[in-house]
């Protein structure tokens, strides 16, 4: 008998993390080991969590609060080695060499090659929003109240561990300043933002420092908006911007249309986009077993950035701010599966809690990005000693991490035009047959074409 007769787990999301759950536990099949009954529970009709785009925002086809915040002309926004995964190459997938700054639709394409090839699907519960979860303390089980969205039908099951991957980057943090309630024109959170067209000629005032003020101003300048000023509350983002964007400190307050900052400055917009974050929402857990936590890189109360450190078998994926992606919550999952497998035990509470402490002590001497991408590695290396995840060259990567920081200094506009290489396979990175500027059009097929059949490109201009 192992630890796994018998019992069941549950994974809340079907986004990257979820799925790196699913995988983990299919890499153990294959190896001829037998697997617990899984259950993941998907609240959208589809898999991928972030990268399955909606066009919709507010609530979804059965009332649900949308999830996704990306939006059309969405690029990524770090080399792909940096996230590739190490049992399944960008190679292995696309069968050619692609460019490093790969767009949306190509990397939820990637995300979902490794997982069309195994029986994922049969795991999913499409439809079905978590609701609520009780931890039946004398059983040491987990009961969870589910929705089946499509037939309007509520039921529960009973779990002995809990995954919790439902992701971070969906609840907008929503800060009021004084008269914004009379700005006459569109007032949104970058949650909501689904796309630069409607922009087009206006001048457009976004507020935050960080990836998503960057990337949504870019975006915007790229797609033709008039003007673009970006407002930060601590730190600019500070790169040499173009002419047309500017960064001013943070806003004091609107007055009809006229935004007034810190620095006595004003200026009439068109639009108000809040780049503010975030929030770590869990709505379906108790008080006690939420994880109360900023965007950081190390959470509090999460032994090895996985385990409640209170109930170790409420197991939490992808909840650090995030260098690292996909190979950081594919790390998580082998460490967090063979844990559920029984293949190792915890240490006591106290020696838990011992060791989240030394990583909090450590992530509070760092204070530059550079040091931020050390640490994540650090965090990704112990993760790597605990389970058979592939290995993979962490610090090759982290010199990668290094590099892009230093290429988007050097020029915002450009740095998706660089390449890498990969640590998984060796190869180069492909040159991408337009410029990133010139790119208009982020589907697939154009992406994938060849530079010889440049004729056949349609002109995105
Ligand atoms: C605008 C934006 C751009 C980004 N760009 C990049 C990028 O370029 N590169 C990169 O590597 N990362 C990027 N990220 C980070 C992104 O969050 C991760 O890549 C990844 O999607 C995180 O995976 P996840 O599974 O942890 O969470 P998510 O992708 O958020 O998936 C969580 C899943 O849980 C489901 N869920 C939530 N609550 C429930 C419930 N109660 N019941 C059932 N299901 C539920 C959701 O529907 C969703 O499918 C971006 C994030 C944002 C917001
Ligand atoms: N692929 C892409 O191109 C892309 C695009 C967008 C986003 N993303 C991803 O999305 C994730 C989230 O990024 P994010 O930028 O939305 O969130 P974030 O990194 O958590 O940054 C939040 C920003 O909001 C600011 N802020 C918070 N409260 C504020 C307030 N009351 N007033 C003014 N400013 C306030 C913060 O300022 P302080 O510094 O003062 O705290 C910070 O600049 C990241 O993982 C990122 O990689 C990727």
Known sequence: MTKADNKRIGIIGAGPSGLAQLRAFEALEKAGVETPEIVCFEKQRHWGGMWNYTWRTGVGKYGEPIHGSMYKYLWSNGPKECLEFSDYSFDEHFGKPISSYPPRPVLFDYIQGRIKKSNAKNYIRFNTTVRWVEYLEDKNQFRVILDDLKENRTYEEIFDFLVVASGHFSTPNMPYFKGIENFPGAVMHAHDFRGADQFKGQDLLLIGSSYSAEDIG??????????????????????????????????????????????????????????????????????????????????????????????????????????????????????????????????????????????????????????????????????LTLSDYPDFNTDKVANMFKEWLQDKEENILTYRDKIFTSVVTGTQAAEHHTDWMDELNDSKERYLMEPEEEELIPDPL
């Not at 000023?229 to 911007?241: A, E, F």
């Not at 402490?357 to 050390?374: F, G, P, R, S």
Request: overall charge negative; some cysteine; glycine content about 4%.
């Open 218 to 383: 870019v975006q915007c300048y790229k797609h033709g908006a008039n003007s673009i000023t970006l407002s930060y509350r601590s730190n600019p983002i500070g790169v040499d911007w173009p002419e047309g964007i500017e960064e001013l400190p943070l806003v004091t307050h609107f007055e009809d249309d006229t935004a007034f900052f810190k620095d006595g400055s004003s200026k009439k917009f068109d639009a108000v986009v809040m780049c503010t974050g975030y929030q770590h929402k869990f709505p379906f857990l108790p008080d006690q077993y939420r994880l109360k936590t900023k965007n950081n890189l190390y959470p509090n109360d999460i032994y090895k950035g996985i385990f409640f450190n209170d109930l170790p078998n409420l197991i939490y994926l992808g909840m650090q701010d995030q260098y690292y992606t996909f190979n950081m919550f594919d790390a998580q999952a082998w460490v967090a599966r063979d844990y559920m497998m029984g293949k190792f035990e915890l240490p006591p509470k106290e020696e838990r809690t011992k060791d989240i402490n030394t990583w909090l002590d450590k992530y509070a001497q760092v204070e530059t990005a550079n040091q931020e991408v050390d640490f994540q590695t650090d965090y990704i290396k112990d993760l």
